[in-house]
């Protein structure tokens, strides 16, 4: 992965997104002193069968921010769009695009935005929105006459010029792709993402029967092992990163 960045902003759909997989990377970029920033497009209220999403709501952003803070991440926002009916358009991309102005990252993450996992494993409507509506705000975020009314809110363009080209998001590294590119050693980060995801336990309750901590350590181990055979043999966290 390229490692020259100091900001980054993640960008998903719901609360746990990026624990699945991604927290690993999270922890160790947080622990070089790197600066990573959470959005998120839904608190999550749609996603618990046996909770009104009136309570499930406030519950999974709370579940979301404790999660967050085991990695190093302190700020973490939400979008406020509705769980589950997420409309991929203008709308969402402004909300992102701001986001991006707002937080002024070099590398922004986001989750696997196509409409399969790899094969016949069906992603879900709010992924695909999101991931795309992520890639598509890299570029919005950059121009003035995209969005203006982002502008006149104090929101400058967020692009990199020819005389400083450390300025504007340089890549967008999407996680849970099934054609990666790059890779990070998870090894550093794997202990901390696990706990990251525990923190989702009323989440996980509602999923599983199973001990949610042997739920979240065999489940991490395994994806970073796995996706590990790909990468040297080593536990890693894999994302397709598109330069900019």
Known sequence: MPDDWQRALAVV????????????????????????????????????????????????????????????VSEVAFLDHADGVIEYGPALRRDIAAAIRRHRPELVITLNHRDTWGGTAWNTPDHVAVGRATLDAAG?????????????????????????????VRWVAVAGSASPTHAVDATPGLERAVRSLLEHRTYIEAL?????????????????EETGKRFGNRPAVAFEVFPR
Do not use: K
């Not at 975020?141 to 504007?168: H, K, M, S, Y």
């Open 140 to 168: 919005d975020a950059g121009n003035r006459w995209i969005f203006p009314e982002l502008t006149e809110q104090g929101l400058q363009p967020w692009d990199g010029v020819r005389w400083v080209p450390w300025d504007g």
């Open 13 to 72: 759909a719901h609360p746990d997104d990026l624990e699945y997989g991604c927290a690993a990377a999270i922890a160790a970029w947080t622990d070089a002193g790197r600066e990573v920033s959470y959005v998120l497009a839904t608190r999550g209220e749609a996603g618990i069968d046996t909770l009104d999403p009136a309570r499930c709501g406030p519950l999974r952003e709370r579940e979301q921010r404790a999660s967050a803070a085991v990695v190093g």
């Open 208 to 224: 599983t029967d199973e001990d949610p901590e042997t739920y979240a350590r065999t489940l991490l181990t395994g994806f970073a």
